[in-house]
């Protein structure tokens, strides 16, 4: 019998003596390391203690008897090959050890091709056993692999889009600088101070967006961590109003903030949600710059409602030049703007970011020529929930 390079182990379990010796000598002579008991209970204890992958057991015996054996080393090791011994008359009692998982039979006397079938057999299930754990952590280790691959391809291609709207941005810029650089070089060679100033203002304006942009950038790295205070969700709202009303004056613009007074204090970012608010307002005030002469007053409104399930939902809507279905479905991508060398399509992005970082929602509605709404719902949060996150101690409450 060929038992490879491995030794196996082998538990025999006979309360007759004789049985024993001559079993356990037949079997160490085809090389299995043989362990013996005389009754159950002693079969138990070694069984415990050496762990052999298989166990030859007689059926009938006094105290605990084979079944009630295999039925415990089943039990506790599923895995173990376990081969009763019957004597002639005991076929029910055979069948019944195969319904509690038994690997096979042999009968008394028992005949030792008959029982080298048995034992190969087992053998056979314990090393297929092996291979097919052995397959399957293969295989969940390829999953894994396969996924972390996927994962890291999606990550290079969400770093390639952003550092391709990056370098659009930036292109812009130094378009307009070089742009600027022309009209002063042309004021210098000419004496011109017209140009000498237009070039100037090209200048300063380009240079105030590498500055916006990197301030953005910096904003946008940090976005994911939410300062988390307890603060009235109208103050950002009305800050946003307050800071936004001259420009809408000069632009002609009437630009309307309307507060739920209802609204109560509750845990969320208030700098990160104005600056959300901001963007929105500002998006809202380009819009309506760049709706064609429509006759009707240019309005802006800001609002805050309480909504049933969350804590607040602020509405940022507009009655100006609104977006096709192609535009909307891409305002929140990295970069994405229409606004040529005056946007650079940060403002939605870090504004999702933000609304993201709260667990909340931000959506947009709008029509060709009817105007845009702009609604985020922020839910709700009590001290508990913002407790493992970056909170800020310092509250500001207004209620
Ligand atoms: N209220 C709105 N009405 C019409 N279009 C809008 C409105 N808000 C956003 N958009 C569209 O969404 C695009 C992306 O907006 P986003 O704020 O991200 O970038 P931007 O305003 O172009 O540039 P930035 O905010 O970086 O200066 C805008 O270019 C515009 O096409
Ligand atoms: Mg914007």
């Excluded at 819009?287 to 969350?310: N, Q, S």
């Excluded at 939605?348 to 931000?362: N, P, Q, R, S, Y």
Aim: charged share 30%; net charge negative.
């Amino acid at each position: 019998m060929d038992l490879s390079d491995k030794k196996w182990s082998i538990l025999l379990v006979d309360d007759e003596e004789g049985i024993r010796k001559v079993l356990g000598i037949a079997l160490e002579d085809i090389g299995y390391e043989v362990y013996t008991a005389e009754n159950g209970e002693a079969a138990l204890d070694i069984f415990r203690e050496t762990n052999p992958p298989i166990v030859l057991t007689d059926i009938k015996m006094p105290g605990m008897d084979g079944i009630e054996l295999l039925r415990r080393l089943k039990q506790e090791s599923p895995d173990t090959e376990v081969i009763m011994i019957t004597g002639h008359g005991d076929i029910n009692l055979a069948i019944k050890s195969l319904k509690f998982e038994a690997t096979d039979f042999v009968t008394k006397p028992i005949n030792d091709e008959v029982l080298e079938i048995a034992l190969k057999r087992c053998r056979e299930r314990i090393s297929m056993r092996q291979q097919i754990r052995a397959y399957t952590e293969n295989l969940e280790q390829l999953v894994e692999e396969k996924t972390e691959k996927l994962l890291e391809a999606e990550r290079l291609a969400a770093v390639g889009q952003t550092v391709a709207g990056l370098s659009h941005a930036i292109k812009n810029i130094a378009g307009g600088l070089k742009g600027g650089a022309f009209v002063l070089e042309k004021g210098i060679e000419l004496d011109n101070k017209k140009y000498l100033l237009q070039g100037w203002e090209m200048v300063k304006g380009n240079v105030d967006k590498i500055k916006n942009l990197s301030l953005d950038l910096l904003n946008y790295a940090k976005a994911v961590e939410v300062n988390y205070q307890l603060c009235d969700p109208n103050t950002p709202a009305k800050e946003v109003g307050d800071l936004m009303t001259p420009t809408a004056r000069e632009r002609k613009i009437d630009l309307k903030v309307i507060l739920d007074p209802g609204l109560k204090p509750f845990w969320f970012d208030p700098e990160g949600i104005h600056r959300c608010l901001l963007n929105l307002v500002a998006n809202a005030m380009d819009a309506c710059m760049d709706c064609e002469p429509c006759g009707h007053e240019k309005e802006v409104i800001l609002e805050t409602v309480r909504r049933d399930g969350w804590s607040v939902e602020y509405r940022v809507s507009d009655n100006c030049c609104g977006m096709e279905n192609e535009i909307r479905e891409k305002i929140f991508q990295s970069f994405f703007t229409t606004k040529g060398t005056r946007g650079t399509g940060i403002g939605l992005m870090i504004t999702k970011k933000t609304v993201d970082g709260h667990e909340g929602i931000i959506e947009a509605e709008s029509e060709k020529g009817v105007g845009s709404t702009f609604i985020i719902k922020l839910p709700q949060k009590s001290r508990g929930d913002v407790g493992n996150m970056t909170v800020d101690q310092g509250t500001s409450v207004q209620s």
